[in-house]
């Protein structure tokens, strides 16, 4: 077992004109310092999770985006909204959704074949528009933007508007290895400024196309009702649906259009661009260790035998070592950096007491980097996954989908969706990159912005 031992380093950093908290160290005197606390202590980063529900500042201009949606909800709205969700996140349901994930995966893969033996390529955008396809697809009933309710022809959604804005002024970049303390400052200061100075919302919910089909599916689902054409199984049903049914049964006053609204684009923003940078990076850290490249390929070809068949929901729990290779990849690159909370109570962590009213900073990627890892913290070792022996014993040591009840409600969406993906492409194509040569930058997530195109090549079955 990793000895997981004191964790030595929460930080707490004095930031531009950020306004600092007060905390006691009850160590020292019982000093009051003021400055920003940075959280790289699983359990303290836990005890935040779970007695801090409102999100803070640092959601400024997302809130604008996605109002009550989950992500930034207020407290007391997230609680109404999160039991109600929770059950329509469950491996029953989600392993619905099966279907989708196949074709859209396939669809990537027919897409990456133009590629075969033409040097580098940029996978990422690829993988980002087949996800923002899957996500609309599976959360709207069949397409998003089709041409008869939108302004957008439906290989283009407004997706690229969204994210120039979202990340405008808002970019730091870094290079690996991160230097993951000095890198959150960085990045807190900067959003910071960013949050406070940015007066309006960025990202309408308003968008014109999801009003409409929105109405469009309302109607839908209102004529099924009339019909008696409604489906109560644990077959796949498109998100909207599910949120109207929520409607029909909690009342208007809980589930309003607009509430409606906010989750979908909550759902499509959290979705699509987290999924997609994670299967970007995983790409590239797979291209450039061919020893962990060959094992999946051992693993698929034992699970698959030869064949290019759809991924069912038995192969999933056979795909160990590509969960393993998931894991690490999310492990050293925490795509969500750091997540932040108000502290509307004074709060107790091991060695000291957090004031309330001011922010605190729950730092993923330094957790994840912590030397209850090991020595080997920084080195990108799926193998650690397959033994508890390897792990570090604190169970909250991976967080790269936050922790404690505000923790990410499409955990097992993402797993699944990633396994059936890469088990498409990894068949097919052997893959070569450099992790070394990748730049990453910062904007509302951490993603690579240079050095970090892969080559592919057809495997010979
Ligand atoms: C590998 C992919 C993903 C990663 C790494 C990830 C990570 C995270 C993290 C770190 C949070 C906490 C954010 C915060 O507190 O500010 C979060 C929350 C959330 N995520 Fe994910 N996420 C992923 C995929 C997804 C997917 C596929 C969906 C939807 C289908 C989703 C929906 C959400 C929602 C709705 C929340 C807010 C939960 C709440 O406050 O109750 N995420 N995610």
Aim: proline share 5%; net charge positive.
């Amino acid at each position: 077992m990793v000895n997981s031992g004191r964790a030595p380093f929460n930080i707490f950093a004095r930031i531009g004109s950020a306004r600092p908290v007060k905390y006691h160290d009850h160590t020292e005197d019982r000093r009051e310092v003021e400055a920003i606390p940075l959280l790289t202590d699983p359990d303290d980063c836990l005890t935040v999770a779970n007695a801090c529900l409102e999100k803070d500042i640092l959601y400024g201009s997302a809130r604008a985006c996605f109002g009550n949606g989950l992500v930034t909800a207020t407290a007391n709205v997230w609680k109404d909204q999160r039991k109600l969700l929770n059950p329509k996140f469950n491996l029953n349901y989600l392993h619905s959704f099966l279907d989708v994930f196949n074709k859209q995966a396939k669809i990537l893969v027919k897409e990456f074949e133009c590629h075969i033996d033409k040097g580098e390529f940029d996978h990422g955008s690829l993988i980002r528009q087949n996800e923002m396809k899957t996500i609309c697809q599976e959360r709207m009933q069949k397409k998003i933007f089709p041409s008869d309710v939108s302004p957008h022809p439906e290989n283009s959604p407004p997706l690229p508007a969204i994210k120039e804005k979202c990340g405008k002024g808002k970019t730091i970049e870094i290079n690996p290895p991160i230097p993951h303390v000095a890198f959150v400052v960085l990045y807190l200061a900067r959003s910071r400024t960013d949050t406070c100075c940015r007066p309006k919302g960025l990202i309408s919910t308003d968008v014109p196309s999801l009003r409409h089909i929105i109405k469009k599916r309302k109607a839908d689902h209102l004529n099924k009702l009339i019909t008696g054409d409604v489906d109560e199984g644990e077959n796949f049903k498109p998100f909207l649906d599910v949120l109207f049914e929520l409607k029909k049964t909690v009342g208007d006053d809980v589930m309003t259009d607009k509430l409606i609204r906010d989750q979908v684009t909550t759902l499509i923003m959290a979705g699509h661009d987290t999924v997609s940078h994670v299967l970007q990076l995983t790409l590239i850290l797979i291209g450039s260790y061919s020893g962990v490249q060959d094992k999946i390929y051992a693993e698929l070809q034992q699970v698959f035998e030869n064949s290019d068949r759809d991924v069912d929901k038995d192969d999933l729990t056979k795909l160990i070592y590509l969960e393993a290779v998931l894991k690490e990849s999310m492990r050293l690159y925490s795509i969500v950096p750091i997540v932040s909370r108000h502290l509307h109570q004074d709060v107790r962590l091991k060695h000291y007491t957090l004031r309330r009213g001011h922010s605190c900073v729950l730092n993923l990627v330094s957790v994840h980097r912590h030397p209850m890892w090991g020595p080997d913290a920084e080195e990108f070792k799926p193998e650690r996954w397959l033994n508890p022996n390897t792990l570090p014993s604190n169970p909250n040591a991976f967080i790269a989908f936050s922790l404690g009840k505000r923790n990410c409600i499409g955990r097992t969406y993402s797993m699944i969706s990633m396994k059936t993906t890469l088990a498409h492409i990894l068949r097919k194509y052997s893959i070569n990159a450099d992790h070394k040569k990748m730049q990453l930058k910062l904007e509302c997530l951490m993603k690579p912005f240079a050095g970090h195109h892969i080559i592919i090549e057809r495997r010979k079955k």
